[in-house]
């Protein structure tokens, strides 16, 4: 797979389509693909039938990118489409194509029409990343749509990572991010852990766990919507049974802090602080393995229950130690039983085997060095 550094790239006009299905990872996904490009000098219009998540997420916006409502086309006398970036199987409008054929017949170059895929660790994804969708109907018949996984192998489409991460991450002040949050009251040091869930079946076990006396105390940082709205139902069924203490001060066994909605380098900020990371879905996930710390990841659950084999071969990517596997299992839902005890020596354990993923990630290529020079070997 060919691979140019993005200053070979000559800077493109990139179309990039998002349809919000529920949550936030769709448009998550494509606000960073849109300003990374954006920052390697790319030009790029964001089309998405649902903006108002990036109201928190990305208050600044960002230079080179613009945001355009879904459904509208780019006027005559803008630049016509070089790549197209259809995202997680969203459809771009017949007519929106009916328009670039035109400029096409007018002499405009051909755009390489991108399939931008979900994440997953499965052994097929190597097999289906590159190849190409003959586009049979429609005004753009006899184009071609090329599928992009994203992956964490090597034959994959790799995983977005904007440059200076790694250093950001470095210069990060942990004690004093903290002591902002209120963590430099008297007492046992707690552990400070993220919460960035749906509604995981164990964690009524989990809370029950963290204010049980077992480990360190617990400064659990719970994310807004539905993180927090499970962690109200979870403390609701079990405050009377153990009569947990909610003190304002710093640390009880467990002590709860709500955070607001954050933009998408603050929630980075978050996962950098904290012991242990509670993420979901896709992007947070990614976020929680360049963080470094002990991840556990609640994975979108489907009707069909694809995604059993799919946390599964995440795990196996991970090389994951049983008791985090077996963590996993419980906290999906998708074994019975109780949670292991997560204790300091877990917690090391666990992290060991995150660093040594990020390792082997930080030594392949990122999504969009790979994405660019896939486009440019299709242009
Ligand atoms: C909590 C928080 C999240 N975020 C960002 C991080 C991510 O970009 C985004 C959350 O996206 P995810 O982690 O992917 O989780 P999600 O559950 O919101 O999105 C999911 O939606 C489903 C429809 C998809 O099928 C899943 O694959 C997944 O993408 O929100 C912030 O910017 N600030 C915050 O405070």
């Not at 060919?2 to 990872?25: E, R």
């Not at 931008?116 to 660790?121: C, D, G, H, P, V």
């Not at 609701?236 to 066994?253: D, H, K, T, V, Y």
Request: net charge negative.
């Amino acid at each position: 797979m060919s691979t140019l550094p993005s200053h070979h790239v000559p800077p493109w006009q990139w179309d990039v389509f998002c349809c919000v299905i529920d949550n936030f990872g769709d448009i998550g996904v494509c606000w960073r693909l849109a300003s990374q490009l954006a920052a390697a000098g790319q030009r790029v219009r964001l089309w998405v039938d649902d903006a108002s998540a990036l109201a928190w997420m990305a208050p600044g916006g960002a230079a080179g990118v613009e945001v355009r409502s879904w459904g509208a086309f780019p006027a005559a006398n803008e630049p016509p489409s070089d790549v197209l970036v259809e995202a997680f199987g969203c459809e771009i409008a017949p007519d929106f194509i009916a328009a670039c054929e035109d400029r096409v017949s007018a002499g405009a170059k051909k755009p390489v029409w991108i399939n931008l895929e979900y994440l997953s660790a499965e052994s097929w994804v190597p097999r289906h990343h590159g190849l190409p969708s003959p586009v049979l109907h429609g005004p753009a018949a006899g184009w071609t749509k090329w599928f992009y996984y994203p992956g964490f192998g090597k034959d994959t489409g790799g995983l977005l990572r904007e440059r200076g991460l790694m250093d950001r991450m470095q210069a990060f002040d942990r004690g004093a991010w903290r002591r902002q949050h209120g963590g430099d009251a008297p007492g046992q040091e707690p552990r400070w852990v993220s919460l960035f869930c749906y509604e995981p079946p164990a964690l009524g076990d989990w809370l029950q766990q963290c204010a049980s006396g077992a480990t360190a105390p617990t400064c659990l940082l719970v994310t807004p919507g539905r993180a927090q709205r499970a962690v109200q139902v979870a403390m609701q069924e079990i405050s009377n049974e153990i009569g947990l203490q909610r003190l304002s001060g710093m640390p009880e066994q467990l002590h709860i802090l709500n955070m607001d909605a954050r933009p998408q380098p603050a929630y980075d900020e978050l996962l950098w602080a904290c012991d242990l990371n509670f993420v979901r879905g896709e992007d947070s996930l990614v976020r929680a393995l360049w963080a470094g710390q002990p991840l556990v990841w609640h994975i979108y659950p489907q009707d069909d229950g694809a995604h059993g084999p799919k946390l599964d071969a995440f795990l196996d990517w991970l090389q994951a130690p049983p008791s985090l596997r077996h963590f996993h299992r419980v906290w999906n839902g998708l074994a019975p039983g109780k949670l292991p005890v997560v204790d300091a020596a877990l917690l090391q354990n666990w992290g060991t085997c995150v660093r040594a993923a990020r390792e082997r990630l930080l030594a392949q290529n990122d999504l969009l060095t790979q994405l660019l020079g896939f486009c440019a070997s299709k242009r």
